[in-house]
């Protein structure tokens, strides 16, 4: 039996996704996304303009005038979902988490995906995999998907993105459109991404919040590592101190947008105090528009 707080939000996410991706980012997702192939579809009379490259010389010479062959494509995708469950996700200092960040995000493109007929799949993760949803069609299959994000309770707390793309293309040897979606508090992961993103169309959704950055003045603060349990105590009233802090974050997060374009893996930061539509939106259309060069 499931829970009624537990069915209420995923009610409430169903159908807060689903108009978004109704009236606004459907047609935007199919745009963005290539298929995985080409598919032949029929022969026909050669017209200006057309690929001298396609003409079917067999049938040309039959036919006693050039004809060409048409190809459409295999638009059916994988979408995959990597989602970190690790204990920093359990972070937020406005009106969520970075965790209830994840889950609308996660069934905004879920719902993206079924609405132009593809399949999903998840692979929620900590430290090491945890959960397994293999990719299938359908509404019912989708809130399967918000359902497991939701309810789910990780065991482990830590982090290990190397373990999640690992298991990405050990599973899924079809390309697929794999979201990766983290708050990247992990070291070392690069190499997995290299070789995740040569087998995959790979996109690295990079969650955090303004607290992670920007600390305030309130004086003398013990601050906890959700992941590991190390405290430190911070002076959050010297200046230098909050200076230090947002440097330091500051660094990192354009260290990891460099890297990110150096190896072509797409990007697409998102913070906790933000509305995620918009960024989502002007996401795709930059896609879109990348394919059409």
């Known amino acids: 039996m499931i829970p009624t707080e537990l069915l209420r939000r995923i009610r409430r996410i169903e159908i807060t996704t689903s108009r978004v991706v109704d009236e606004l980012l459907a047609g935007q997702y199919h745009s963005a996304f290539k298929g995985m192939g080409m598919e032949f579809e029929e022969v ?3 017209q200006v303009g057309d690929d001298v490259r396609r003409i079917d010389w067999n049938v040309s010479a039959r036919a006693g005038k050039p004809h060409v062959k048409t190809f459409r494509e295999e638009r059916e995708l994988t979408v995959m979902l990597l989602v970190d469950m690790s204990a920093s996700q359990s972070f937020g200092t406005g009106e969520q988490m970075k965790r209830d960040l994840v889950a ?30 293999p990719p299938r069609k359908g509404s019912r299959h989708v809130l399967r998907v918000i359902r497991e994000l939701l309810a ?4 482990g707390t830590g982090t290990n993105l190397d373990a999640a ?3 990405l293309t050990r599973i899924q040897k079809r ?3 794999a ?13 997995a991404a290299q070789v ?4 995959h169309d790979l996109i690295a959704v990079d969650i955090h919040d303004p607290r992670e950055s920007e600390l305030p003045d309130v004086g003398l603060v013990e601050l906890e590592d959700n992941e590991t349990g190390q405290l430190v105590l911070v002076d959050t009233s010297s200046a230098k101190v909050r200076r230090a802090i947002s440097e330091a974050s500051s660094e990192r997060l354009e260290a990891r947008r460099q890297w990110m374009l150096r190896n072509r893996i797409d990007q697409l930061a998102l913070d906790t105090d933000q509305p995620f539509v918009e960024t989502l939106s002007q996401f795709f259309r930059a896609r879109e528009a990348r394919r059409d060069r």
Do not use: Q
Not at 107 to 120: E, Y
Not at 179 to 191: A, H, I, K
């Open 44 to 46: 026909r009379e050669y």
């Open 104 to 133: 609308e995000v996660c069934a905004t493109l879920a719902f993206s995906a079924i609405k132009n007929n593809d399949n999903v799949g998840l692979i929620c993760f900590t430290d090491k995999v945890e959960k397994f949803v």
């Open 152 to 155: 789910f309770e990780p065991e």
């Open 165 to 167: 793309m690992e298991y």
């Open 175 to 177: 390309k697929c459109v």
């Open 179 to 191: 979201f990766l979606v983290s708050d990247f508090e992990d070291e070392g992961w690069e190499r």
């Open 196 to 199: 995740a993103s040569r087998r």
